[in-house]
């Protein structure tokens, strides 16, 4: 946003300048361009500052990096580690296109310069009296850099590239050019190496790929190429050559280049797409042409690099809220919600009757979400704000049952210890508000599942004066029965098949989620000790 902000400065002094000189504007649009490049780096080095604006609101699609399991049953204290992190997967496709189109963007620019190179390094030594050209007008503007003039075998190439050792390159046909088409393309390249324009356009197309997507980067990169050349034209008016003998050399050039088109990574004086512009721009007496002052330049700098340093320190006050519910759909209040922020500096709330929170005057950054609600497992999840409101559906998942039993050696007792309990009633449920407009169903009232039945394991004969620990997962299903029994930790055989005999003669009451049964995970640890250990 604030890139954008930024070209969009630009573009629009740019634009309210169109009768001051081509000059002016192109340096304006690469002053924008070099500080919107920079704006990431400036935001890291300066301190910042709030600014409380309203901004839309996005759907945030982070998922949950770590969720802990609390167990529902009052006896149990523990808490285990579950889910690791999920990678976000809009987030990451979102990434991946961006990397994409970089990547394609960058090489596109990289197979131009090396092309470039290419010709260049095949091309031969432009004629004695185009090095003489090219040696009075260097001279005439002062310029110490010496510029190397190369003919190359490309029927339409002519462009000026690079900086310490500039090169200027000219089609294959340029043997025959007269000499006044001579001198006025050769003025003309030469100021855009006077001017810096190569360096300046380079920096712009790096923008542009890195921020390909965004359409003010394609836009103020071709407006930069555009008021380069008018730049350069007017140096060649100023010098004395006449707008429509100019203008006449232009389309001359043109109509030898057409047919055929190369894109190259450098200025192109006869492009096809800006020429009816530019001679109409030429031919036009009122235009100022005036050649930038150093003043100028150093007061543009200045606005525009103060700019950029409060942009950079600005940082948008976002708003997080969101929506918690059970997994049946229905809505949480009373839920205890925290935001963290990458400091550890927190922020507490409660969710409302419609099971709605919100944080407002968050500045950027990373922030950690916790809630915890009784009998749901404790949610933890990484939220990134980066400028924009985010909104987000948050389903809790209910808790973990807990379980624990001791087994004592006996002796020579083969019949397993068995208890049994009356199953609970149906509690009395409440009518649900019907469906519609602002209807809110109202969720979270857990019953948590109690053991009629108890079948204690017994203590494998094989296994007399031994111990060892048993810890099972499994699932207490609606029948109150317990199912998908797996082994979680255990390495005496014996004694797992002696846990699961037992436990799959158990049976509880439902756990009942708003007065519906619903299935419960359960994790099981049974400590067979012999007779007399501990």
Not at 171 to 199: F, K, M, N, Q
Not at 366 to 387: C, D, H, R
Not at 424 to 435: L, T
Request: glycine fraction near 8%; charged fraction near 15%; charge should be positive.
């Amino acid at each position: 946003m604030k890139l954008s902000l930024m070209l969009l400065a630009g573009l629009a002094a740019a634009a309210s300048l169109r009768t001051r000189s081509a000059a002016l504007r192109h340096w304006i649009l690469a002053t924008a361009i070099i500080c919107a490049g920079a704006m990431p780096i400036m935001q890291r080095a300066v301190p910042q500052w709030t600014l409380n604006v309203v901004l839309p609101a996005t759907t945030n699609v982070e998922r949950p990096a770590v969720s802990v399991d609390v167990a529902i049953n009052a006896g149990s204290a523990r808490t285990v580690a579950a889910a690791p992190r999920v990678a976000a997967g809009a987030a990451s496709w979102l990434g991946g296109i961006w990397m994409m189109g970089a990547t394609l963007s960058l090489a596109v620019l990289g197979a131009g310069l090396a092309r470039l190179a290419w010709l260049t390094s095949r091309g031969r030594r432009a004629p004695a009296h185009w090095t003489a050209a090219a040696e009075a007008i260097r001279a005439e503007h002062g310029l110490r850099r010496k510029i190397e003039l190369i003919q190359s075998d490309h029927p339409s190439l002519l462009a000026t590239w690079g900086i310490l050792r500039p090169r200027i390159i000219f089609p294959a046909g340029a043997s025959a050019w007269s000499d006044d088409l001579v001198r006025v393309v050769l003025r003309h390249e030469i100021a855009h190496i006077r001017r810096g324009d190569w360096l300046l356009q380079m920096a712009g197309e790096l923008l542009r790929a890195v921020y390909w997507f965004n359409p003010l980067t394609w836009l103020a990169c071709r407006r930069l190429r555009a008021e380069s050349e008018q730049a350069c034209d007017d140096d060649v008016l100023r010098a004395g050559t006449e707008p429509s003998d100019y203008a006449a050399h232009l389309l001359s050039l043109a109509r030898q280049f057409s047919g055929h088109r190369t894109w190259l990574p450098a200025p192109a004086m006869a492009r096809r797409s800006t020429l009816h512009r530019r001679v109409s721009v030429m031919l036009n007496s009122r235009i100022d042409r005036t050649p930038l002052a150093l003043s100028a330049r150093v007061a543009t700098l200045a606005v525009l690099l103060a700019m950029t340093v409060a942009l950079a320190a600005a940082q948008t006050s976002s708003t997080f809220s969101g929506t918690l519910l059970d997994p049946q759909g229905a809505v949480l209040p009373g839920v205890g919600v925290t935001l963290t922020n990458s400091d550890g500096k927190s922020q507490q709330t409660a969710s409302n009757a419609k099971g709605q929170f919100q944080f407002s005057g968050l500045a950027p950054g990373a922030y950690v979400l916790e809630a915890q609600l009784p009998g749901f497992k404790s949610y933890k999840q990484s939220i990134n704000i980066s400028g924009a409101n985010v909104v987000q559906t948050i389903a809790l998942e209910l808790g973990q049952v807990q379980e624990t039993v001791t087994v004592v050696d006996a002796g020579d007792s083969p019949v397993p210890v068995t208890s049994e309990a009356e199953p609970r009633s149906k509690p009395a449920c409440g009518q649900q508000p019907a469906a519609g407009a602002g209807a809110v169903r109202i969720g979270g009232n857990i019953r948590a599942p109690i053991k009629v039945k108890h079948v204690n394991p017994t203590y494998p004969a094989s296994m007399r004066g031994k111990g060892g620990d048993v810890v099972l997962d499994a699932v207490i299903g609606t029948d109150g029965f317990v199912h998908d029994i797996g082994v979680h930790a255990g390495s005496q055989p014996e004694f797992v098949d002696a846990f699961v005999a037992a436990v799959t003669q158990w049976q509880f009451d439902a756990t009942l989620l708003n007065c519906v049964a619903v299935e419960t995970r359960i994790t099981i640890t049974a400590h067979f000790r012999p007779n007399g250990g501990i």
